[in-house]
Structures are given as C-alpha cells and as structure tokens.
C-alpha cells in the first residue's frame, strides 16, 4: 500500500505546476479531483491551511472544507466528514487523504461449525475466505446507524467484541437499555471464541444466479460454476451485489461456503417481506438436491 502512496504523490507533485491555471482562485490551496477512494490536496508546508478537498467515492459525491496542518513526509492525520472517517499522509506540499470505509457493506458471519467458534485469528481467515476483512469499529457504527440490528458478539479489527443493537430486548443486553452498540471490550484472540464482523468494498466481477434446469447438490453446484467458467460464490461477494449494486433474487443457492442464502433488495411477500436483507437458510447437507448456486466471474 506504501509504495502505491508515494508513487501517486510523487506523480502528482509533477503536475503541481498546472494546478495554478486550473484554479487560480485557490492561492494557498489546491486541489486534484479523484474518481474512486481518495483525496488529494495541495497545500503549502508547514503552515495549517484550509484545504478544499472534493472526493468522489463510489456512491458518495460531495464538496468539503477540511483544515489541516502540512506536515513532514509519512506523518498520519485523521479527520471525520458526516462521521466517515479519511486517513491523511502528508508529502512535502502534497496532503493525499484516503479513505477505507466507503462504498461497503459489513455483515455478521459464522462458518459451518456454528455459532462462538472463531478465535480472532480464526476469524480473519474466516472472512478472508469470503473474500472480506474483519470490520472496524468505525465500519460496524456506520451500518448501525443504518439500522443493523444483530444479537451475536462477534470479533472486529481492534480486538474488541461488540454487536450492535436497535431494538433492545432481553436476549440483547435487556429490554430497558438504550440502542446502541453492545461492547464486550478486548478479549483474549487466542482463547476467546465468538462470530466475526466482515467487511468488504470491492466487487469486480459478475455475481449471479445460474440457471439450471434442476436443483443441485453442493458438489453439482461447484461443477455448475466452473463449467460455466465461473467460480462459485463467496459470502462477501452475495454481500456486496446485494449492497452495492442492489442484486435481487428470490433463489436459495449455494455458496462457496457450503450455505445457502439469497439476496433481496426489494422485500415482497416470500421474499423476505419485512426488510431488504440477504437471507440465511443455513449450512444444510452437501448432498441435499434441494438448491440452486450463485456464480462469480472476476474480471481478469
């Protein structure tokens, strides 16, 4: 990741120059427009200046003022916009502010072995294996906001143990409690056994459901895909069509995990009729015949 960062400031220290004619209303602030996960802004050294930062993740479009103080090479800053949270790296007069947390969705997950089995090393291969990560605090209080509502603790990034919670009810912390995000604080990684928050952001690829003509074991599931030159699909991968690109399917499948689940943007009766949500049908027998398969073809 470093070595892409100095690349792109060093890059972009070439073009300084022509920054002065694209906005010569900015004298002792100059900015580079992004597509994708990033901020770049020019700003003199060592003086703490007003900098006008637009960036333009996927999904998010907006114009900033963010004051910052230049600093010598690799120092690290922080600063939160509508509670999204950037980290900055300073280069001489460059300022490049990126951000980790847009354009995902964090999602509760537990393998084949059930419920509290993952120490925390555990559950980073658990959600790398669904092509995630483990969620960050920051992460898992952006999507509580957004209404998660889940009653298992699970690992986040830090080492802490927390779930968030909506409606509050006896099993949750009690029923008189506020909403909030119940914290279980750091717990042992290698002793403590509990779920695991994943997150992911990236979708480059093709998700979707294959059509077949009869249902399938898990073992004709896997062929399907990969005669269809195709893998089957992760758990992070269903996430992330769901949430970014609002994928809809009223179709239990397999996954690569050995579950079944379904994504519905557009709750309707039978099809999740209460909430748009990935429904969960569980870890059933492999050799059930009994589902179809979701796919996924990445972009090479």
């Known amino acids: 990741m470093i070595p892409v960062l100095i690349w792109a400031l060093i890059s972009l220290n070439v073009a300084e120059n022509d920054l002065d004619a694209l906005y010569p209303d900015l004298e002792h602030s100059r900015t580079i427009y992004v597509t994708g996960e990033y901020i770049v802004c020019f700003c003199v050294s060592f003086r703490t200046l007003t900098l006008q930062c637009r960036f333009v993740p996927q999904f998010i479009s907006m114009f900033s003022v963010i004051r910052l103080l230049c600093r010598d090479f690799y120092y690290i800053d922080m600063f939160k916009i509508n509670s999204i949270l950037f980290y900055c790296i300073s280069f001489s007069a460059l300022i490049f502010c990126f951000h980790p947390v847009c354009a995902g969705v964090v999602f509760p997950y537990y393998p084949r072995l059930g419920r509290y089995n993952l120490n925390f090393y555990d559950a980073e291969r658990a959600c790398h294996d669904q092509d995630a990560i483990v969620a960050s605090f920051d992460q898992l209080y952006d999507t509580w906001r957004g209404g998660m509502d889940w009653c298992n603790a699970g690992w986040l990034s830090d080492g802490t143990v927390q779930y968030p919670i909506n409606t509050p009810r006896e099993p949750c912390g009690g029923k008189n409690t506020v909403p909030g ?120």
């Open 181 to 300: 995000i119940r914290n279980y604080g750091l717990r042992d990684k290698d002793k403590n056994h509990y779920d695991v928050f994943c997150f992911t952001s990236h979708y480059k690829g093709r998700f979707y459901y294959l059509i077949q003509p009869f249902k399938l074991t898990y073992d004709e599931a896997v062929r399907a895909c990969q005669k269809d030159g195709a893998q089957i699909a992760k758990v992070g991968q269903m996430y992330a069509a769901w949430k970014l690109l609002g994928y809809d399917r009223c179709d239990a499948g397999w996954l690569e995990d050995g579950s079944v689940r379904y994504p519905i943007s557009h709750p309707r009766r039978r099809c999740s009729p209460t909430e748009a949500a990935v429904r969960f049908s569980g870890f059933p027998d492999k050799k059930h015949k009994l589902y179809g398969v979701y796919c996924f073809k990445g972009h090479n």
